[in-house]
C-alpha cells in the first residue's frame, strides 16, 4: 500500500513539473518571441536593393547577383535613425510635433502614419527656429550637395554681341573724274578688283582746255619780259590745279618747257578698283566717273547693338569682331562712333569699329559678329549667378551662417557677365552664400513656413473654441 501510495506521488509530482517546465517553456518562447518582434520592429524596413558590386542595378526585395551575392538593402536614413533604441541616440533634444512626411501642412503631436503607411518626420527643438534661417542636419547637406562660396571682389566682364557687316572706310575712298570735256586716248590694263598702287598709270586723256591752260602756263614761265617772275606765271598755274592736272604733269612741264599732247591720269592712293567708267575713245563729260578706288587697308564694322545694352556700349571699348568666313580667326578693333538714333523698327542702335585689314581679306559686305567687352577695372562685390533666387520682383541670395544654418536675405543686383553678378546692396565681402542646391533649402524654408502658419491657426481656432469660432454676435 505504502508502495502504490509512493508510485502515485512520484507520477503527480513528475507531471506537475512536466507541467510547470512546459508553462515555463511556452512563456520562455513567447518572451523570445516578443524579442525577435521588438528587434525585428526595431530593425529598419529597406528602401530597396542594390548590386553588391556598384552596378546600376536594383530589386525591390531580396535577391542575388550572378555570382551569388547578396544585394545590399539600402535604408532611409530617417527610419535607421528612429530605429536606435533611445539609450543608444546621440542626442536627447526634446520632440516638438511631427510633420507630414510628404510635406503637407498636417502635424501631430504623437507618432502617426499617414495614409501611404509613411511615418510622421519629428520636428526637434531648436530646428523650430524663429529668427529665419533655416537649419539641415548634416547628413542632408551632403546629400543635397549643398555647397557655399564667399562673396568676394572681382572684375565682372559683360559681353555685348551684336551682328553686322563691313563697310568701306568713307574717308578712303578716291574718284577720278573730269573737270572740263575730255576724251580717252588711252586706258592702262586695270579692271574692277584690281588693286593698284599710288601713282601707278591708269589712263591717258586729251582734252582743249587742259591743253589751252598749258600753253598759256608755258607761254608765261618762258616769256623773256616776265618768265623769270614767279609772280606772272602764278595764275596760269593755278588753272592747270583748277582743271585737277597731276602734279607731277605740272612739274614736267616746268622741267621740259614743252606742252603733252596727252595727260596722264595716275592712281591717288593704294587700294582696289571699285569702279572703272574709262573706255578708250569715250568722251567724257565733266563730272563723269571714270575710276571708284578705295583703301581697304583700314575698314569699317557695322554692327547693331540692341537697345537695351545702349547703356554699356562707349566710344573706344574694344571689339572683338569674327568673320563667319574665316572661323577660328579674329579681329581686334575699337568703337569710333555710337550712331544718335535708334531704328524704330528693330530697336538697335548701329555702332561703327575700326578694324585694321592688312590682308585685305574682309570685304565690304562681309557678315561679321561683334564681342564688345565692357568690361570695367574697377573690382566689385560679385556672386555667382547660381546663388541668386530670382522671383521676377525681388532678389535674395542664402547666406551660410555656420552650424547647417542658412539666412535668406534679399539683395539688389547690378551688371551680370561671365557667369557672375554684381551685388550692389546686402551682402558683405568674406560672407558665405549658397551657390548649389539653394532650391532645395528655399523649398524648406518654405514648407517650415507654412507648417509655423498652419500650427499657428490650429492653435488660434483652439484657443476661440468651437462656440466662438464665427465671432461673437448680437
Given at each position: 500500500m505504502k508502495t502504490l501510495r509512493l508510485l502515485t506521488a512520484l507520477a503527480l509530482g513528475g507531471g506537475l513539473a512536466l507541467a510547470g517546465y512546459w508553462h515555463l517553456s511556452r512563456a520562455r518562447g513567447l518572451l523570445d518571441a516578443d524579442i525577435i518582434s521588438a528587434a525585428a520592429a526595431a530593425e529598419p524596413t529597406p528602401l530597396y536593393y542594390r548590386h553588391p558590386g556598384g552596378a546600376p542595378l536594383w530589386s525591390a526585395g531580396p535577391?542575388?547577383?550572378?555570382?551569388?551575392?547578396?544585394?545590399?538593402?539600402?535604408?532611409?536614413?530617417?527610419?535607421?535613425?528612429?530605429?536606435?533604441?533611445?539609450?543608444?541616440?546621440?542626442?536627447?533634444?526634446?520632440?516638438?510635433?511631427?510633420?507630414?512626411?510628404?510635406?503637407?501642412?498636417?502635424?501631430?503631436?504623437?507618432?502617426?502614419?499617414?495614409?501611404?503607411?509613411?511615418?510622421?518626420?519629428?520636428?526637434?527643438?531648436?530646428?523650430?527656429t524663429d529668427d529665419g534661417t533655416v537649419k539641415l542636419s548634416p547628413g542632408k547637406i551632403q546629400r543635397t550637395g549643398v555647397k557655399s562660396e564667399p562673396v568676394e571682389r572681382?572684375?565682372?566682364?559683360?559681353?555685348?554681341?551684336?551682328?553686322?557687316?563691313?563697310?568701306?572706310?568713307?574717308?578712303?575712298?578716291?574718284?577720278?573724274?573730269?573737270?572740263?570735256?575730255?576724251?580717252?586716248?588711252?586706258?592702262?590694263?586695270?579692271?574692277?578688283?584690281?588693286?593698284?598702287?599710288?601713282g601707278q598709270p591708269l589712263m591717258e586723256i586729251y582734252s582743249s582746255a587742259v591743253a589751252s591752260a598749258a600753253a598759256e602756263y608755258l607761254a608765261t614761265i618762258t616769256s623773256k619780259t616776265v618768265g623769270g617772275v614767279e609772280t606772272y606765271g602764278r595764275g596760269s598755274r593755278q588753272r592747270l590745279i583748277n582743271l585737277d592736272v597731276p602734279d607731277a604733269v605740272i612739274a614736267e612741264m616746268d622741267r621740259t618747257h614743252t606742252s603733252p599732247v596727252t595727260i596722264r591720269w595716275s592712281a591717288p592712293r593704294d587700294g582696289i578698283v571699285l569702279e572703272r567708267g574709262a573706255i578708250?575713245?569715250?568722251?567724257?563729260?565733266?563730272?563723269?566717273?571714270?575710276?571708284?578706288?578705295?583703301?581697304?587697308?583700314?575698314?569699317?564694322?557695322?554692327?547693331?547693338?540692341?537697345?537695351?545694352?545702349?547703356?554699356?556700349?562707349?566710344?573706344?571699348?574694344?571689339v572683338a569682331v569674327r568673320a563667319r568666313s574665316f572661323p577660328g580667326r579674329t579681329f581686334t578693333g575699337k568703337i569710333a562712333v555710337v550712331y544718335p538714333q535708334v531704328n524704330r523698327d528693330t530697336r538697335t542702335v548701329r555702332v561703327r569699329i575700326e578694324l585694321a585689314n592688312p590682308d585685305a581679306v574682309l570685304l565690304p559686305d562681309m557678315y561679321v559678329d561683334a564681342d564688345?567687352?565692357?568690361?570695367?577695372?574697377?573690382?566689385?562685390?560679385?556672386?555667382q549667378d547660381s546663388a541668386v533666387l530670382d522671383t521676377g520682383s525681388r532678389q535674395s541670395v542664402l547666406v551660410d551662417t555656420g552650424e547647417g544654418r542658412f539666412e535668406p536675405r534679399e539683395?539688389?543686383?547690378?551688371?551680370?557677365?561671365?557667369?557672375?553678378?554684381?551685388?550692389?546692396?546686402?551682402?558683405?565681402?568674406?560672407?558665405?552664400?549658397?551657390?548649389?542646391?539653394?532650391?532645395?533649402?528655399?523649398?524648406?524654408?518654405?514648407?517650415?513656413?507654412?507648417?509655423?502658419?498652419?500650427?499657428?491657426?490650429?492653435?488660434?481656432?483652439?484657443?476661440?473654441?468651437?462656440?466662438?469660432?464665427?465671432?461673437?454676435r448680437k
Open positions: 535577391k542575388k547577383d550572378e555570382r551569388g551575392r547578396d544585394y545590399l538593402p539600402v535604408y532611409d536614413d530617417d527610419q535607421a535613425v528612429r530605429a536606435v533604441p533611445k539609450p543608444q541616440q546621440a542626442s536627447s533634444r526634446k520632440i516638438l510635433y511631427y510633420r507630414n512626411p510628404m510635406g503637407l501642412p498636417d502635424t501631430s503631436p504623437v507618432p502617426k502614419k499617414d495614409s501611404m503607411g509613411m511615418n510622421y518626420v519629428p520636428v526637434y527643438e531648436g530646428d523650430d572681382r572684375s565682372i566682364r559683360v559681353s555685348v554681341k551684336a551682328p553686322g557687316t563691313i563697310q568701306l572706310d568713307e574717308r578712303r575712298v578716291s574718284v577720278i573724274a573730269m573737270r572740263a570735256e575730255s576724251f580717252v586716248q588711252k586706258v592702262a590694263d586695270v579692271t574692277t578688283g584690281t588693286r593698284v598702287k599710288a578708250e575713245g569715250m568722251r567724257a563729260n565733266p563730272g563723269d566717273v571714270l575710276f571708284r578706288i578705295a583703301d581697304t587697308s583700314v575698314v569699317w564694322a557695322l554692327v547693331d547693338v540692341a537697345e537695351r545694352d545702349l547703356g554699356d556700349i562707349a566710344v573706344g571699348q574694344s564688345i567687352d565692357t568690361a570695367d577695372a574697377a573690382p566689385v562685390l560679385a556672386i539683395v539688389r543686383l547690378g551688371r551680370r557677365g561671365g557667369g557672375y553678378v554684381e551685388v550692389r546692396e546686402g551682402l558683405s565681402v568674406g560672407e558665405a552664400v549658397v551657390t548649389s542646391a539653394n532650391f532645395l533649402i528655399d523649398a524648406e524654408s518654405n514648407l517650415k513656413a507654412a507648417l509655423k502658419g498652419f500650427g499657428e491657426a490650429a492653435s488660434r481656432v483652439t484657443d476661440v473654441g468651437p462656440g466662438n469660432a464665427t465671432g461673437d
